[in-house]
């Protein structure tokens, strides 16, 4: 599994990080993981350990934050 991060440009000129998890073989699907105010993707680790062993790739917000100019903390 590779797991990585980005920036991804939303409406208004802002900025979201995103949590990528990826399979190492092709994937054959791709779910997205949405999670409450409180919570990180972190938290959703195990779960995408499975799906990306059950070969999906795996998109989530790293946080609720969302800037103008790029990322802040977690």
Do not use: K, N
Not at 10 to 20: I, K
Not at 52 to 70: C, I, L
């Amino acid at each position: 599994m590779q797991s990585t991060e980005f920036q991804h440009r939303v409406a208004g000129g802002l900025q979201a990080r995103v949590h990528c998890w990826r399979p190492d073989a092709p994937a054959r699907g791709v779910m997205q993981v949405i999670h409450g105010m409180a919570e990180h993707s972190g938290r959703y680790e195990r779960l995408a350990t499975a799906l990306t062993a059950s070969g999906f790739v795996v998109y989530g917000p790293a946080g609720h934050q969302v800037t103008r100019g790029g990322l802040t903390g977690r």
